[in-house]
Each structure stands twice: as C-alpha cells, then as structure tokens.
C-alpha cells in the first residue's frame, strides 16, 4: 500500500505488556509516528488504563502532535482527543443500569456453572467500564505468564461467551484478551470504532494501517481486518517496536 494517513494499534500485547506501561522505545516511536500521521489506539481497556498505560508515557509531547492521537478505548465505546491541554470525551456509548446488572449477573452466574469463576483470582475478576462490562477470568492484576497459560487454545472463553450471550440476546458479548470476555451495546466491536474514526476523521478505512496481536479470526482484533482496514499482525511489544522502525522511513 501507499504510506498511510493513519496509523492504529492494538494495546494490550500490541504496544505495551498486558496492563502494562509502554516502554520507552515503543513512546519514541509513537512521537515520531505523530510528527508525520495520524495515530489511533483502540483497546478493549477502559480509559483509566489508556492514561496510566499511554499518555502518562507521552507527557513531553507538543501539543500540536497530541492532536493527532485518537484515543478509542472500550473498543471504541468511548472516544478521545487532545483539546490542548487534556484528552477528553467526544462521545461515550455508555450501558444502562439494566443492562450493566444483567451482564455482571450472567457473566458471574455462567462462570460458575462452567467452573471458571477463579476463588482466588489476582483483583477483580467483573469490572463495570461504563461503556463496557469485563470479564477477567484470574482477576485485573493477573500476571501474564498466568494468563497466557489459562485457555491457549480460546475454548473456556468461547464456553462462556457463548452461555453468556443467549442470556443477553440484546448485548454484544465476545472474547477479548486472552482471559477476558467484553459485553457492549449491540453491533460494537473494534470494526466499531474503525468505522467511527473513518466517519469522524474523513480517513478511509483504506487509507489506514492497523497493528494488533489477534488477527486471527476469532480474535478480537480481526473485525479490523475483515472490514478492509490493512492490517499487521505482530508478536508483542518488540515486534511491533521493529515492524515501526521498518515502516517510519517511508512516511
């Protein structure tokens, strides 16, 4: 493809650890991806993890690149962008009371019946996102070792999710990390939140370039790829940190 006008990517396992922190290297390549387009994270994590995990990292950033940073967690749920001194909220999807009770019900309820719901998990195992209910099946806090190791080949997670949505036929529920399930408004996704930023930004899906760990179908990063956006899958933090020294010469 021609260079893109705008670069997105994956969170968790794409730019930084599963919860964790992007590393310096993985800062100085996104400063210098903003010096010349558009870049967009969009992440199943909430937006207190996108600024603990990302713009706490990004402090010494000029302003004028900040702009340029589209910010989309809770899978696009919730949207954005730096007004010149902060980042703050274009718009938030966010779930009724109702719904929120039933998905925290169905999701504690199916866990335990299935023999999934951990007696000692690392933190909160249900977390109300606002815009997104989140199963994390060892708890917030897990370490990864431990979570990758839980369900490698995704069939505790699809038991779930599948229990869990037809009790929530109204719901989104789908597989997220490699512990979690993430329940939403209907219809939301990560292709969601593409589609948002193409609408709102007037880039072309076509014209964009995605990096995500989960490209695979099933995974919760294929969405991007089904709906034409190019896309390259990575292996980790490092991958991605080597695929962006690859590509930042010809921007």
């Known amino acids: 493809m021609t260079a893109p006008a705008l670069v ?14 992007i590393d310096p290297r993985i800062a100085d390549l996104l400063r210098s991806l903003l010096r010349s387009v558009d870049v967009a994270i969009i992440s199943g994590g909430n937006e207190a993890q996108f600024r603990t995990q990302v713009i706490a990292r990004l402090g010494d950033a000029d302003a004028a690149d900040l702009a340029r940073l589209h910010l989309l967690p809770t899978c696009g749920t919730r949207y954005l962008r730096h007004d010149g001194e ?22 504690r309820e199916e866990a335990e019946r299935l023999g999934l719901w951990e007696a000692e998990p690392w933190g909160d195992i249900l977390e109300d996102r606002g815009s997104q209910i989140t199963f994390s099946a060892l708890g917030q806090r897990a370490p990864r070792e431990a979570k990758h190791e839980w369900d490698p080949t ?5 038991a779930l999710r599948d229990a869990v949505a037809a009790r929530l036929p109204g719901l989104e529920v789908r597989s997220g ?5 993430d329940i939403t408004q209907a219809g939301i996704d990560k292709a969601f939140g593409m589609r948002q930023l193409a609408a709102r930004t ?50």
């Open 86 to 107: 902060d980042f703050t909220a274009v718009y938030a999807h966010d779930l009724s009371d109702d719904e929120k009770t039933a998905a925290l019900t169905a999701l």
């Open 8 to 21: 997105a990517f994956d969170l968790d396992d794409t730019l930084a650890p599963s919860k964790g922190v």
């Open 177 to 181: 990390g490699s512990t979690s399930i």
């Open 202 to 251: 007037g880039i072309p899906l076509s014209a964009m370039l995605f990096y995500g760990d989960r490209l695979d179908e099933g995974g919760n990063d294929y969405p991007v790829l089904a709906i034409g956006v190019p896309s390259v899958a990575v292996e980790g933090w490092e991958d991605t940190a080597d695929k962006l020294d690859a590509l930042l010469p010809t921007l």
């Open 154 to 158: 995704g069939s505790k997670r699809g």
